[in-house]
RNA sequence: GGCCGGAUGGUGAAGUGGUUCAACACAGCGGUUUGCAAAACCGUCAUUUCGCGGGUUCGAAUCCCGCUCCGGCCUCCA
């Protein structure tokens, strides 16, 4: 692979400062990004993280090289939650998990989001034996400790940094501020690694011996805490030190400071679980953070409902990742109709010649450098949309003035710009919604329409048009016939 | 209480010291076109203005100080 000549600089939540990234090392690029906890359908949050790490992620890969990145998401598919809601419908957790896994990957497939290159689940016997051994090798070196109970904790007072990420002291936070201290920990700010049986409400499901995953220093059976599965995770599938770890921002505490704290304690000291720590900014209603807990969400399914998963992407994108976004209707109708116009553009491209779009780029050009430099810059996909918009307008004019040369010239640039950040990839049909056939009522209706044209009955045709508009059929007469769009 | 983030036209939003820096998009308005529309195109759309008040500087939306308002986290969370 070519050394990028563009420099990729990213925020890195660790300094609070823009930098430039270099990978480890250039051929084995590695992101780690947390998933979700598979018990119900992703919302709208959720769409938004993984929208934002699917561009760095595309980025990457047009500066590394497909081959060389190694992208991880997890599934957290052994959990309370789950456990919770299966009992609520009478279903096995393990069950229960695997619709909510499949829910997301439906959502994800539809939101142009690519496969990572890893997507681990807890439930594994692998990642089990590997948080077992993590665990012992922790209480082996006194970074933790078995309570009365059989829990195992973290002792946070081992690692004096713990919270640095989220430039915290500890002695200043409110403890218990939302879920109450536990009397068996040394310190509130220590946290579970292992939970076991005898203080869950659901005793028999999702728990596992300690002793038949190969635990030598704790035995009490139950299953791992939410936080030591990422560390397990991200150290199989990528190696000890990872280039870029992301996830929301409501994970820098205490998500990341715990998975930090765990890692760590067994690296050299100096050695970091990784480099590079980015964090997406929340969807909000009203102002206020969409969360499951408020109940203030919307499902990525309700959302597809109303509106097109490339204007919701595009409507994700519009907005720099580390910034709030807020769900309202108006934005998500702005973002369709500045979709369907590119997609007019589009559409009007490949009508006159219909091979397929470039994807891939070699080499340089000057009027792809803006697109690339501004997603290089800490992923500024708002400045990128801005080029690709600017492409889809020399591509139209050039299609309005019958100049080939700039149409192929315009139309690669378009593609390749709406290739990476994920657009106007609707195979077959370039339109944001489908454009199913006409039924023979609504045909009808078109026929008619057109009789009254031809002898000018207009009040008539104005009317069928009216109809057919009711019925979500736009009509356009232009100069060669008429033609329809469903809305 | 501690820590963190945000505030830019009618709307979303880019821009973090200086030659179109207020990009781009959506909406609106005027026009061309059309039987009328739609679509498209042309034009217009923050002109001492970037939450408020000071300061630094030859020069600030951009840096510093203070303030107001909004949001987030402080062991469920993308």
């Not at 420099?7 to 992101?31: C, I, M």
């Not at 561009?55 to 090289?65: A, D, P």
């Not at 229960?96 to 290159?117: E, G, R, V, W, Y």
Request: hydrophobic share 40%; proline share 6%; aromatic share 8%.
């Amino acid at each position: 692979m070519p050394k990028p000549n563009l420099t990729l600089t990213l925020t890195n939540t660790l300094t609070r400062a823009k930098e430039a990234f270099t990978p480890h090392s250039a051929n084995n690029v590695t992101l780690y990004v947390c998933g979700i906890t598979p018990y119900d359908h992703a919302h709208i949050g959720h769409a938004r993280a993984y929208v934002v790490f699917d561009i760095l992620f595309r980025t990457l890969q047009r500066l590394y090289g497909d081959n060389a990145v190694k992208y991880a998401r997890n599934f957290t598919d052994i959990d309370d939650k789950i456990i919770t809601r299966a009992q609520e419908v009478g279903e096995q957790p393990t069950q229960l998990a695997q619709t909510f896994i499949a829910s997301f990957h439906k959502d994800m497939a539809a939101l142009n989001c690519l496969p990572p290159t890893a997507e681990p689940k807890v439930s594994d016997p692998k990642v089990l034996k590997g948080i077992v051994a993590h665990i012992d090798a922790l209480i082996e070196k006194q970074f933790a400790y078995v309570t009365a109970s059989g829990d195992v904790m973290y002792r946070t007072q081992k690692f004096p940094s713990f919270g640095a990420l989220a430039h915290r002291k500890l002695d200043e936070q409110q403890h218990g501020a939302r879920v109450k201290a536990d009397d068996e920990k040394e310190s509130p700010n220590d946290f579970v690694l292992w939970k076991a049986n005898a203080k869950s409400a659901t005793k028999l499901e999702q728990a596992f011996s300690p002793k038949d995953l190969g635990a030598k220093l704790f035995s009490a059976p139950g299953r791992p805490g939410w936080h030591i599965e990422c560390s397990v995770m991200a150290k199989q599938e990528l190696g000890t030190t990872i280039d870029i770890h992301g996830g929301g921002e409501d994970l820098q505490f205490p998500h990341h400071c715990c998975e930090i704290a765990q890692s760590e304690a067994l690296l050299k000291p100096g050695q970091p679980l990784a480099r590079f720590w980015l964090h997406n900014g929340f969807i909000t209603v009203g102002g206020t953070k969409m969360s499951k807990s408020l109940g203030n969400f919307t499902t990525i399914k309700d959302a597809l409902k109303s509106y097109s998963a490339e204007a919701i992407r595009l409507w994700l994108l519009q907005t720099h990742y580390r910034k709030p976004v807020d769900y309202t209707p108006a934005a998500l109708a702005a973002a369709e109709a500045s979709l369907a116009k590119l997609y007019a553009t589009w559409n009007a491209a490949f009508k006159k010649d219909p091979k397929p779009a470039v994807t891939a780029w070699k080499g340089t050009c000057s009027r792809l450098n803006p697109f690339r430099r501004a997603l290089a810059d800490d992923l500024n996909t708002a400045a990128a949309l801005a080029e690709l918009h600017s492409a889809s307008n020399f591509l139209a004019e050039a299609l309005r003035n019958g100049d080939e040369q700039k149409q192929r010239y315009w139309r690669q640039r378009m593609g390749y710009m709406a290739h990476h950040l994920g657009l106007l990839q609707n195979p077959q049909a370039h339109t944001a919604k489908p454009q199913t056939p006409l039924s023979a009522a609504e045909q009808a209706l078109l026929t008619a329409r057109e009789a009254a044209r031809a002898s000018k009955n207009w009040p008539e045709s104005d009317r069928l048009r009216d109809e057919l508009k009711a019925q979500g059929i736009l009509i356009e007469d232009g100069p060669t016939g008429t033609t329809w769009r469903r809305a």
